[in-house]
Nanobody, 122 residues
Framework: QVQLVESGGGLVQAGGSLRLSCSTS????????MGWFRQAPGKDREFVAV????????YYADSVKGRFTISRDSAKNTVELQMNSLVPEDTAVYYC???????????????WGQGTQVTVSS
């Protein structure tokens, strides 16, 4: 059973930063590409960033490129999303996901966390 648990969400002012973390087992960490998606109220879930396994290649949505950084921490079996220069449009529930492919589509991921709320105030 693959379990993904997100943490680190919260309320922040525009221009601020947050760091999200997704914890999983070592077996999952060393097998899957890990992605972050987000879903705002009334909108579809959208791709944010992904980091591949084993090369840790990274890809970002254009809307977050240059502001967000995805990384793996092998010692902790976590995947993190550092979010800087946040804007109100970044407000959403953020989900961690694991998949065999380094994809940008929701359908390419097999396992999902429960989500963590990020709210950016103007």
């Amino acid at each position: 059973q693959v379990q993904l648990v997100e943490s680190g969400g919260g309320l922040v002012q525009a221009g601020g930063s947050l760091r999200l973390s997704c914890s999983t087992s070592g077996r999952t960490f060393r097998r899957y590409a890990m992605g972050w998606f987000r879903q705002a109220p009334g909108k579809d879930r959208e791709f944010v960033a992904v980091i591949s396994w084993p090369l840790s290649n990274t890809y970002y949505a254009d809307s977050v490129k240059g502001r967000f950084t995805i990384s793996r921490d092998s010692a902790k079996n976590t995947v993190e999303l550092q979010m800087n220069s946040l804007v109100p449009e970044d407000t959403a529930v953020y989900y961690c996901a694991a998949g065999m492919m380094t994809g940008i589509r929701v359908s390419e991921y097999d396992y999902w966390g429960q989500g963590t709320q990020v709210t950016v105030s103007s």
